[in-house]
């Protein structure tokens, strides 16, 4: 399997652009999570699917924030608009369900606002 | 209760030498405990892990040692190599739960 795959590797936007981020978990994984890495805050579980529907939504920073998962083999993560503070690296991971303590990070998308 | 608390934020070890982390936890529900490792660029990896029913764990020259009364588990890496030079996080989970907690991260620069 080629692993999680995430897309764009990076991007740079300007401020009040809305931003997409794309993954595509590991087939057969039915739990999928996006985390976001700073330095300040390290990594930050923003939310959590199971066989596609969102569990846990809280770490979600703000309305400007949102997630889907149509099928088992894609999510997005759209920020918009988006601000200089959302620059960071955004991480997707799945995992089987009921094993989540074990997770299969893709290499980010790292983002840059201006 | 949830949070999982990591230490040194930085670590430089010499070539060959112990690398020792450390983590504490409060939720006595936890039960696995996983280390995850990053290198630059890469996304978290996960390392080495253990269940709370052994106080010891070893996988090549990295050991976890976990002390349950404590609520406190570590990863030793022996003989440290320049290519162990990344970000290491412990993690906590509950299988009833539905996040892995992970702690703050500790960046270990092994010199050569």
């Known amino acids: 399997d080629a692993g999680v795959i995430q897309s764009p590797r990076h991007e740079v936007t300007e401020m009040g652009q809305e931003v997409t981020l794309r993954c595509k978990p590991i087939?057969?994984?039915?739990?999928l999570f996006w985390y976001r890495q700073t330095m300040m805050r390290g990594l930050e579980l923003l939310i959590y699917f199971n066989n596609n529907v969102p569990i846990d939504d809280s770490g979600m920073p703000e309305d400007r924030f949102s997630a889907k998962m149509p099928n088992a083999s894609f999510s997005t993560l759209k920020i918009q608009p988006s601000e200089p503070r959302d620059s960071a690296v955004y991480f997707c991971a799945s995992s089987l369900t009921g094993e989540g303590g074990i997770q299969y990070f893709g290499a980010g998308t790292r983002l840059s606002v201006l | 209760q949830q949070q999982v608390k990591q230490s040194p934020q930085s670590l430089i070890v010499q070539k060959g030498g112990i690398s020792i982390i450390n983590c504490a936890y409060e939720?006595?529900?936890?039960?696995?405990f996983p280390w995850y490792q990053q290198f630059p660029g890469k996304g978290p990896a996960l390392l080495i892990a253990i269940r709370p029913d052994v106080s010891e764990k070893k996988e090549g020259r990295f050991t976890i040692s976990f002390n349950k009364s404590a609520k406190q588990f570590s990863l030793h890496i022996m003989d440290s190599q320049p290519g162990d030079s990344a970000t290491y996080f412990c993690?906590?989970?509950?299988?009833?739960?539905?996040?892995?907690?992970f702690g703050k991260g500790t960046t270990l620069s092994v010199s050569s």
């Open positions: 993690a906590a989970f509950n299988q009833a739960g539905t996040a892995l907690i």
């Open positions: 087939s057969g994984h039915n739990s």
């Open positions: 939720n006595t529900a936890f039960d696995y």
